[in-house]
Every structure is written in structure tokens, then in C-alpha cells.
């Protein structure tokens, strides 16, 4: 028979017969080509820059911002819980100045008919700029008749009280006045001054002379008592406020030093502990304290906290003087149990103004990537007729639709559950609450889970199902974005118009928030409506969706 | 030898259009032509074999299994080179040829592999790696080829292979099909509308028209009959020569140049028409310069087949 031609007589053809090696390997089963295709789809996706760009936004403003400010706001948090408690609690701390004889940290002895003065330091501890009111909180004295105000240095109008705007970090110096009564022979007054933060969340420092802890000064003015006693000793602690994870301990060192003319013996222990708190004090030797005047000791006190302990507490450490029974000294320390409750931070996480599953900027990453990836994934196949090649290997048309929605599904997790894992699992390193916080609260994890599953469905079903519908990507994910803000307005008509709070249920975006909020039992949202409706609404969106793609490739077929 | 392939009463129908009409097959192993004019039903019979459509009628088998009840099992054992560019434009031609070896069972890392021995073997080198939509057509048919090849299947359905491109791709891609057929002893169903590709590559024969099979069986065989003519030139009275042959019961057709020996009516052994043609010579005194025996070709054979039929093209 003639060749009709003759492939090596003409120009040089660049093929290499030569080079073929039949393949020995084994071919895997169905559901191992689903799994790998679309490990294979979701990291073509990745590729994308568009969806690497999505991502990478995604990434910055759902968890390195919100960690980033959320790890500001914890530690504003413990502040601001540690003033309020302080505040709260006031009367209780002066009454415990009372009961163990301590905090009186500024004392004079004055001649009858004589005044004492009493230089005063009020300090803004805390992290912003602040307004300080200071005023007289409370004259206590054996004989009626003293003569108590406040006054700025070198100024000689008296007054009750005095307002300081402070810089964060800075302070500013003002006088208390204490004048006998007339004819007074012996007796005191006690004097005390509060102080209030205008911000509420800063931390304010009074002290004169000593460093001081309190929000209040508590003075003492003595007449009739010319000759000092020659025993005197303070007792300070170094870091008087901390903070402690419920089930661990926390040491406070301290100083005591022999304040007055001769030397004493003292011996130091902890008072005022809540229930089940235990203390140890560390450096003292066997317990007693020998100071020659003049000398100081460094010593250190533990508190171990219980597991279940949850609030602000004050505890003191006391030291009684051997030589004079009568005299004391201590300190009191603020500790905040860091056990930050289960509603703060996963508020913080999910239900926050601009963090979280539930926000807005959120659900516009996630759907911009659905758009994206979602509504080319079946669209461009029917566009290209990539599916003839898909559909000449071993799959069916369901795993057809299967690999596209886990191929669409896993790029999305990558804004949604991923993200928030890495974002929660970095607010409870932030917060310091620790393992035991992990371990007590993994049904967030499972929360995260289920939620953004809810997403990751809704958007996957609905994309997959608009880019079933047409050849043109474009179109697909038009389609999509209009019907995510048109539900979204729909609902919002229903809503304010018509004051029907169910009308939320049309909408895909509140659906997700209020069900997001449902599942993990936070207050964030506006609401008060029952977020099982919004539930069905998202399956319900889901599986038309997933029943018009199976309806279209099934029907799918090769005509031309 | 068993069939590769059999079909009985295959019918596909799209809306008025019947697009194939009871066909009966048998195809051996080893390269198979499948010819036809445009609209034969080409296509839809491959598509229909491989399971892409659905046949309204009829029954099929592929390495003895049922097409309908277990189409994965023979995909895993066949590769399909589509007609048109159905390949993934924003993946490179490694990307989408590993994909298609996942897609048939492969692991990634063997698909990967695979990828690039197919590509290189048809003669994909650097540009490997550039997005498909950067391609030329015969690059693109290519990777088509490469695809189907991936997973080294035993039987290979091409879908029109060399349409659109140029005379060399062409060549190119010929040699490949008949390497792979008569060197690697892969089976080819090879479905084109150009009788040369049918001719150099293929061992058997489908001729399709209006979706029904015309002709099938072995190329040499087909054309073993269509011997009867040979080519003749001469010095001398050409008249008479004619005259002469004419008397021995031949059709003589004469160009001025070369002499058209034609025995009308059946087989003919070629020896005989010699003899034949060397006695009117010696009857009529003419010299016999050359003499040389024609075969029809498949385009002959087409022919007459379609327009029988009184289908052209």
C-alpha cells in the first residue's frame, strides 16, 4: 500500500517516540481521586492572585488586628476591672484599714492649737490622660472642732476638693491642712483622702511620702503627743497590684525597714485572705524579723489561688512589733484573678464590633473569595468543556460535584474557620488565662468549627450554583454578590419598615450573624429574635443550591 | 482475535437530529480508523462508547464490559483526546495533565511525574510551564495528547487529532498515534475526516456516514480487490496499442504521456494484465518503456462508499 506520506522525509519534526515508558504504578479508588483532586483544585486556587490577595487581607484584619487590639483591650479590661473593683469596694478597704490598724502611712504630732500639713502626690498610673478629683472622703476624730482642707503649694485658697488633668504618667503635688480644735490638749483626726478617675480606667495613685497603693490616703494628726515614740517600721510591697490565673500563685515581694530610734522584732504574716487562699512568707528565717534601726529586709509572700476563684481581692501582709504590741505596720496588694469569663472573650472573638465570624468586613472577605473561587469553579468548565476530560476518567458526576465543593469549601476555610482558630488560639496566648482556660472552654473550638461551616456551606452551595448557570464567570459572581446584598436590603426593608424582626431570616448576611451568635450564646447582636430560623434559612439556601448544580450536571451532557 | 469493541444497535438521537442509527461494531485491537464526512456521527459514537452521552438504544462493550453498567471501570483503561480545546486555560500544560492523572487514579506525586514523561514525549519542552491559554493549536493538541496518555491507557479514542493544524504538527502527531500503536501496542480508535491520517496510521477501517456504518474490516483487505489497473508508457503507434487492448476486453484511458490500463468487472491478477500488455505491444510493434502496477487508494474507496449513498462531504 502507498504512504500517502512520509513523516521523515520532510522538515525535521521535534517528536521523541523514544522517550515514552509505559507506567507500572497502581490507579487508587474513587474516593481517593475526590481527595486528591481537591487538594489539587484548592491549592490551584492559592495560586490565583486574586484569592491569595483575599487571604492576605483577610488574614491582617481578622487576626493580626484583632489580636493586635483585642490584646490592648484585655489588659485595658484588667485595668479597668481592677478601678472598678477598687471602687466598689472602698468602704470595704477603708474598713480593713481600720480593723488591722494599717495604711496609716502619714502621721504628725502637732502642739495644741497648731496645724499639720501634709504634702500629698496624686499620680496618673494608668495608660491615657485622665481628669483626677480629689477631695476630703472622710474626718474622723475624737473631738469635734478640726479645721480640714486642701490647697495647691504656695496658694492659699482652701478648698474641699481639687480636679487634676494628668497626662498618663504624670503627677502633681497638693497640700492637706489638719487644724487642732482650739484649746485641744490630746486627741487626733483622721483624715482621708479619695480620689476618682474621670476616665474610670485609669489607675490613681495617692501617696505622700511613701509609696502607696491606694486610691485613698489615710492621714493622722496627733496633739498632745510631743515626744515620738522611738519604734517605728513600714512594711512595703514592691508590686502591690498583679494579676493571677485562677489555680496558680503569684509572689509579691517586699521591703520592711526599722523606721524608728532603737531596734525591734517583727514578725510578718498575711491577712485577710479569701476562702480557700493560702499564703507562705519567704526570706524572713525563722519567722521573726531582728532589724537594728535603719535596716531593711527583703521578703517575699506567695498566694496560691483556688481553682474556682474569680474576682478582684485584697489581701494584706501585717507586721506587729515586738517592743511595742501596740504598733503595726503592712501593706495591702490588689490581685486580679485572670480568669476571664467564657462570654468576654469569645464576644471579643466573635460578636466584636469589627472582629470575629459575625462581622461585617468578615463576610465581605469570604464572600469576595466565593465570588472568586466559587462561581469560576463550574462555569469556566462549561465554558472551556473542561469536563469532557473530567468526565472521560473514572469519576461520576457526583464526584464531579463533589470535588468542586471541597475544592470551593477548603479555599474558603482558609478566610473563615482557619483564621478564627488561629485568632482565638491567639487571644488566649495574649491573655495569659493559660492551658486549664484551653481545656475548659474547647467547645469554642467546636463552635468556630460549626459556625464556619455554616459559612463555608451557605457560600459554596450558592456560588457553585449561580457558576452552574452560566459560562461567564463574571456573571456567576455578579449573580452572587447581588443576591447576598439583596436579601440583605430585603431584610432590612422587613425590619425597619414593617418592625418584623423575623424578616432577618431572608437575609444571608444576618442570617450568619444571628446564627453565629446562637451558636456560641454571646449578646451581640441587636436582635431578639430566634436565631433556629436563621438556621434553616442557611440550610435551606444551601440545599436548593446544591440540588440546582446536581439538576445541571446531571443533565450535562456532550451534544455538539 | 477478540474484539476491543462491540457495539449492536447503538442509537442516539438529539431532537430531530439522529445522530447515530442502529450501528453494529466489531473492533480488533491495534489502530482503528473512523471515517466520515462532517455530521456522520463520528463523535457521538465515541462519546457514547466512553459514556460522555447516553445512548437512547443499544448495547456496547469495551474490554468485554458494558458501557452503561460500568463505564468507571473502563475509563480507568482508556484515554480520550477530545476534538475540540477542552483543556484548562489558567493552568500550565504540567498542571493540567497531573490533574488529569489524579482524575484517573494517580497519586499526586506520580502524577506529577507522569506529567512530565508524556509531556516530554510529545515534545513539550520549557513552555511546559507556561498557562495553556499561551499556547498555539498544536501545542494544544499536545497537551490534549498528553493528557489522554497520562495515565497509559490500553485504548486510545481520538477525536479528530489533526484538524487545525499545521502540516508539521500534523506529521507530528501521526508519528505519535502510529508509534504508540504499532510500537507500544496500544489500541487506537482514531476518528477523522482525513483519509491520509486513516491510512498511515491505521490497520482497520469504519466508514460512518449518517450514522450508520458503511464499511468495516481490515485496510488491506478493502483495498486488495482494487488492483486491476496499470500504468503504461510506450514508444510507437499508440493508436494501435489502444486498438489492440481493446480487443483483449480492457478500457484504455490515454493522457498523451501515460497509458491508463483498466480491466473492467472483478478481480484481476496483475500478472495477467502484464502478459497482456506485452503481447499488444508485440502485436502492434510497439516499444514498452515502463509499465507499473496502481493500487486505489482509501479515497477511492470513500468515495465510491459515500456516493453510493449519494452522500458527498
Redesign the interface.
Known amino acids: 500500500?502507498?504512504?500517502?506520506?512520509d513523516?521523515r522525509g520532510?522538515?525535521e519534526?521535534?517528536?521523541?517516540?523514544d522517550?515514552?515508558?509505559?507506567?507500572k504504578?497502581?490507579?487508587?479508588?474513587?474516593h481517593?481521586?475526590v481527595l486528591?483532586?481537591i487538594?489539587?483544585g484548592f491549592r490551584?486556587n492559592l495560586r490565583?492572585k486574586w484569592v491569595k490577595a483575599i487571604i492576605a487581607l483577610a488574614w491582617v484584619f481578622t487576626v493580626v488586628f484583632p489580636l493586635l487590639t483585642a490584646s490592648f483591650g484585655m489588659n485595658q479590661l484588667i485595668q479597668d476591672a481592677d478601678s472598678a473593683a477598687r471602687y466598689e469596694n472602698y468602704e470595704e478597704y477603708l474598713s480593713e484599714l481600720d480593723e488591722y490598724g494599717i495604711g496609716y502611712r502619714m502621721v504628725k504630732n502637732i502642739e495644741p492649737d497648731s496645724m499639720a500639713t501634709f504634702d500629698v502626690w496624686v499620680s496618673n498610673t494608668g495608660e491615657r490622660p485622665d481628669i483626677i478629683h480629689v477631695y476630703i472622703a472622710d474626718i474622723r476624730a475624737d473631738q469635734p472642732g478640726w479645721g480640714v482642707w486642701l490647697n495647691l503649694p504656695g496658694s492659699m485658697n482652701a478648698t474641699g476638693e481639687l480636679n487634676f488633668s494628668l497626662p498618663a504618667g504624670e503627677m502633681a503635688n497638693f497640700n492637706l491642712s489638719v487644724a487642732a480644735p482650739p484649746g485641744l490638749i490630746t486627741g487626733y483626726a483622721d483624715v482621708i483622702i479619695g480620689a476618682e478617675s474621670e476616665g474610670a480606667s485609669s489607675l490613681v495613685s495617692l501617696f505622700g511620702g511613701e509609696t502607696g497603693v491606694s486610691k485613698g490616703l489615710a492621714t493622722r494628726t496627733i496633739v498632745g503627743q510631743t515626744e515620738a515614740s522611738p519604734y517605728h517600721f513600714t512594711i512595703t510591697a514592691l508590686q502591690p497590684v498583679g494579676s493571677v490565673r485562677a489555680g496558680d500563685s503569684i509572689t509579691i515581694d517586699h521591703v520592711i525597714e526599722n523606721t524608728g530610734t532603737e531596734a525591734d522584732i517583727y514578725n510578718v504574716f498575711t491577712t485577710g485572705l479569701p476562702d480557700g487562699w493560702r499564703s507562705s512568707v519567704d526570706g524572713t528565717g525563722d519567722g521573726a524579723i531582728d532589724l537594728e534601726p535603719g535596716e531593711s529586709l527583703n521578703f517575699s509572700v506567695t498566694f496560691r489561688v483556688p481553682d474556682d476563684s474569680i474576682s478582684t481581692n485584697y489581701v494584706s501582709v501585717l507586721g506587729l512589733s515586738t517592743m511595742d504590741p501596740s504598733l503595726t505596720s503592712g501593706s495591702v496588694m490588689i490581685i486580679k484573678v485572670t480568669d476571664i469569663p467564657d462570654v468576654d472573650l469569645t464576644a471579643e472573638i466573635i460578636a466584636g464590633p469589627n472582629t470575629g465570624l459575625a462581622s461585617s468586613l468578615f463576610m465581605l472577605f469570604t464572600l469576595f473569595l466565593a465570588a472568586i473561587a466559587g462561581s469560576k469553579a463550574i462555569a469556566?468548565?462549561l465554558a472551556?468543556?473542561?469536563?469532557?476530560?473530567?468526565?472521560?476518567?473514572?469519576?461520576?458526576k457526583m464526584d464531579y460535584v463533589a470535588i468542586k465543593y471541597g475544592t470551593v469549601g477548603a479555599t474558603l476555610s482558609m478566610v473563615t474557620i482557619l483564621p478564627l482558630l488561629c485568632a482565638y488560639l491567639g487571644l488566649i496566648l495574649l491573655s495569659s488565662v493559660g492551658g486549664q482556660y484551653l481545656m475548659d472552654h474547647a467547645w469554642v473550638w467546636g463552635a468556630i468549627v460549626l459556625h464556619g461551616l455554616l459559612i463555608i456551606i451557605v457560600l459554596t452551595s450558592l456560588s457553585l450554583a449561580f457558576s452552574s448557570l452560566t459560562t461567564r464567570r463574571f456573571t456567576a459572581a455578579f449573580g452572587l454578590v447581588v443576591a447576598y446584598f439583596m436579601t440583605f436590603v430585603m431584610a432590612s426593608i422587613i425590619v425597619n419598615v414593617f418592625g418584623e424582626a423575623g424578616g432577618t431570616a431572608v437575609s444571608i448576611y444576618d442570617s450568619v450573624q444571628l446564627a453565629g451568635a446562637g451558636i456560641f450564646g454571646v449578646e451581640g447582636v441587636d436582635f431578639d429574635y430566634s436565631w433556629g430560623y436563621n438556621v434553616l434559612t442557611l440550610l435551606s439556601i444551601s440545599a436548593i443550591s446544591t440540588l440546582a448544580v446536581l439538576w445541571k450536571v446531571s443533565r450535562t451532557?456532550?451534544?455538539? | 482475535m477478540g474484539s476491543l469493541i462491540t457495539t449492536r444497535g447503538l442509537t442516539k438521537r438529539?431532537g430531530q437530529v439522529l445522530a447515530l442509527s442502529g450501528v453494529d461494531l466489531k473492533v480488533p485491537k491495534g489502530a482503528t480508523g473512523l471515517l466520515g464526512p462532517n455530521g456522520a456521527g463520528k463523535?457521538t459514537l465515541i462519546?457514547s462508547l466512553?459514556?460522555?452521552?447516553?445512548p437512547d438504544s443499544g448495547r456496547g462493550r469495551i474490554f468485554g464490559k458494558d458501557i452503561s453498567s460500568m463505564g468507571?471501570?473502563i475509563?480507568?483503561r482508556?484515554?480520550?483526546m477530545?476534538e475540540?480545546?477542552?483543556?484548562?486555560?489558567?493552568?500550565s500544560a504540567v498542571?493540567m495533565v497531573?490533574?488529569?492523572g489524579?482524575?484517573?487514579?494517580?497519586?499526586?506525586g506520580?502524577a506529577v511525574q507522569?506529567a512530565h514523561?508524556?509531556l516530554?514525549?510529545?515534545?513539550m519542552d520549557d513552555e511546559r510551564y507556561r498557562d495553556i491559554e499561551t499556547y498555539s493549536s498544536g501545542m494544544r493538541q499536545k497537551v490534549n495528547l498528553a493528557?489522554a496518555l497520562v495515565?497509559?491507557p490500553e485504548l486510545l479514542f481520538l477525536d479528530e487529532p489533526t484538524s487545525g493544524l499545521d502540516?508539521?504538527g500534523r506529521?507530528?502527531m501521526?508519528?505519535?498515534f502510529r508509534?504508540?500503536s504499532h510500537?507500544?501496542g496500544k489500541s487506537l480508535l482514531l476518528s477523522t475526516h482525513i483519509?491520509?491520517d486513516v491510512?498511515?496510521v491505521c490497520d482497520n477501517l469504519i466508514v460512518l456516514a449518517d450514522g450508520k456504518v458503511l464499511l468495516q474490516g481490515d485496510?488491506?483487505e478493502q483495498?486488495r480487490g482494487e488492483t486491476g489497473v496499470v500504468n503504461v508508457r510506450i514508444e510507437g503507434d499508440r493508436d494501435a496499442f489502444r486498438r489492440a487492448l481493446d480487443g483483449r476486453g480492457y478500457t484504455v484511458e490515454d493522457d498523451g504521456y501515460i497509458i491508463r490500463v483498466v480491466r473492467m468487472g472483478g478481480e484481476t491478477d496483475p500478472e495477467d494484465i502484464f502478459s497482456d500488455v506485452v503481447r499488444s505491444a508485440s502485436d502492434t510493434g510497439v516499444q514498452v518503456r515502463y509499465a507499473s502496477r496502481t493500487?486505489r487508494?482509501?479515497e477511492d474507496l470513500f468515495m465510491e462508499l459515500v456516493e453510493e449513498r449519494g452522500e458527498v462531504g
Request: charged letters at 25%; aromatic letters at 12%; glycine letters at 6%.
Open positions: 500500500m502507498t504512504r500517502a506520506l513523516p520532510g522538515k519534526s521535534r517528536i521523541y517516540t522517550r515514552y515508558t509505559p507506567w504504578g497502581e490507579l487508587g479508588e474513587r481517593w481521586i486528591r483532586a487538594n489539587d490551584h490565583n469556566m468548565d472551556q468543556r473542561s469536563y469532557t476530560v473530567y468526565f472521560a476518567r473514572p469519576i461520576g451532557e456532550l451534544s455538539e | 438529539y463523535s462519546r466512553i459514556g460522555l452521552v447516553t468507571l471501570d475509563r480507568r482508556i484515554g480520550y477530545p475540540h480545546d477542552c483543556l484548562v486555560q489558567d493552568m498542571e497531573a490533574y488529569a489524579l482524575l484517573s487514579g494517580m497519586s499526586r506520580a507522569r514523561e508524556v516530554h514525549f510529545v515534545g493528557q495515565h497509559d502540516p508539521k506529521v507530528e501521526l508519528e505519535l508509534f504508540l510500537e507500544q483519509l491520509p491510512e498511515y485496510i488491506e483495498l493500487a487508494n482509501l
